[in-house]
């Protein structure tokens, strides 16, 4: 590994970091968003009142070098929250 970044030009370093700096945001983010969801479910007193199965479908394209692409789309459980305010929240 220690090789790699020897050998790489400054453009391919830039790059992986510029990759590690936007994944720490985003775990940063994902992080802060359910510290807030956790709150505002013991402000609103959210009880959970159903849960979504996920699912996992594969579609057809064509690449770009006009090969058959599959392409998989998964979607995640989800449970669902009746909140103190009226709304059902879905996560």
Known sequence: MIDYFRD??????IFIVAILVIL???VIGAYHEQKEWQQ??????????KH?????????GYGHKGGYTPIVISEPDQTCYLCDDGQEYCR
Not at 40 to 49: K, Q, T
Not at 52 to 60: E, F
């Open 52 to 60: 979504i199965k996920g699912k996992t479908s594969v579609a057809h």
């Open 8 to 13: 790489a030009s400054k453009t391919e370093i």
């Open 40 to 49: 505002f479910a013991i402000d609103y007193n959210c009880r959970p009142v």
């Open 24 to 26: 720490v945001f985003a």
